[in-house]
């Protein structure tokens, strides 16, 4: 019984190589679709992963000014009553904004000096110079990201005037630069001393952009965020809110590829289809001539099913493996532009990779089942023709 | 070794490399800490990339998003929702934003 299965095995392998043009087609076909979605998933998911990490990290509620359903800046004295609600850990105050610098956005954070803590190692992200203190408030001391840094040709010790919204000059001092390594969170930031900021963005006395809600950890913050409902006219964002956000923006972002993307596996297993019907042809005689010395209508399914599940996995495996290299080592060039929508990006910039196994399982069934059935429907339904007619009809 | 089998073996290598890579991904993800402090301390949930909406980077906690459905006084600025690009260096989009009249230079 085995010795059968082994040898309807080795004729298998033979298949293969006899149906040269065949195999070339649907690997071919195969490898560059399964290049594609592999690279575009990976960067996805690393996307995601990333900004999971960063909503984990963040307040674990934001909460905001709503005026006519719109966001303004928040008056400080919010802060008192926030925290004298129960379960607020602590309250910190924030300005941010954007910044153009030529053509380009950046992200300009003032942070309060009570949530500057050099304990949790902040340090370990700065490639040169170092974080800002609570001593650096006031002072236009910044710290910048890679990016920054690279665009302007600038280091620690130089310093930098950014004209604002208000069409003031407002000088800076870089005593920072962040770390490649930390480049997918710090790349585009500016971060100064809360008074800085609010200089810098005109804000009012007493105003600040949003205020970061830390709530007790023995307490859900969602039922800490329900007890602000009386407050007027506040917006209280939680982690989760957050979360599915992001999610939904970077999954936008590989959504609409992958969309693209299946459209065009339809056409390949078309193409897969069409070259096992083409081949079909010259098959015919020989699945009559093998049912004729015996093969059985399973055997020659069992043949057709081992070969195209060896093209599938060794199509799908070399192309996750490209779309991985292309992506982790490369920067995807070509699809960068798609997830990230950044026009260029600093010289160590790594596109953050995650190869999970869902996405590996996902890609193998994506790729592999529709060819076992593209391949092995028609091959079934020559397997049940008799053989005398198949062999005159192939002759024919 | 007979050359008809070299695709199989080759297809078997293959999908135990793609397997391992995975399986390191996966434990590389999990175990992964490195800038935690620096995000706690700066506070903002997002990473500096575009996204598809004109917040640019943080349009959840600047503008209401409009796939969410949590509307009430949402809003959007004037374009679409740009797929490729970054809204905010759509020559149009900034024409609409007043005050969007930076630059810089190097002291």
Known sequence: MLRKHRNLLDYSFDCLRRYRMRTAVILVTFLVATTMISAVLFAKEGLEREAEFSVEAAPDLTVQYLKGGRVEPINTSYIDIIAGIPGVEKVLKRTWGYAGIGAYTFVVVGLDPEGLDHSRGVITSLEEGRFLKPEDEGTGNIVIGKLIAYMLK??????????????????????????????????????????????????????????????????????????????????????????????????????????????????????????????????????????????????????????????GFFAASLGMLIGYFYTAFFNAPGLVDILLGWAYLPREFRLPVYVSLQSVFSIYAVTVIPLLITTVVPAWLNAITDPELAMRRAAA | MRSASLLPLLTLLLTASVLAISIHSEAEWHGRDYDRALRQVVALPSIAVGTNYEGTRNPLIEVFVRPLYDIPGGYDYVLASSFIDTPMRIGEFRDTVPGFNYTAIKG
Not at chain 1, 200 to 211: A, H, N, Q, R
Not at chain 1, 258 to 264: F, H, S
């Open chain 1, 154 to 311: 600038v280091k620690v010790g130089d310093d930098i005037i950014l004209l604002s919204e208000s069409v003031e000059a407002n000088k800076f001092h870089v005593v920072g630069v962040f770390s490649d390594s930390s480049s997918i969170y710090t790349a585009d930031l500016i971060l100064m001393s809360f008074s800085d900021a609010n200089k810098f963005f005109s804000m009012p006395e007493g105003m600040v952009t949003d205020l970061c809600v830390y709530v007790d950890p023995a307490e859900d913050p969602a039922s800490v965020a329900s007890k602000m409902n009386s407050v007027s006219n506040i917006r209280v964002l939680d982690q989760d809110l957050l979360l599915r956000g992001y999610k939904a923006a970077y999954g936008a972002r590989g959504g609409i590829f992958t969309t693209l993307w299946t459209i065009l596996l339809v056409a390949i297993a078309m193409i897969a289809f069409s070259q096992a019907i083409v081949v079909g042809h010259e098959s015919k005689f020989e699945v009559g001539l093998l049912k004729t010395f015996g093969f059985s209508t399973l055997d020659i399914i069992e043949v057709r099913l081992v070969e195209s599940l060896v093209l």
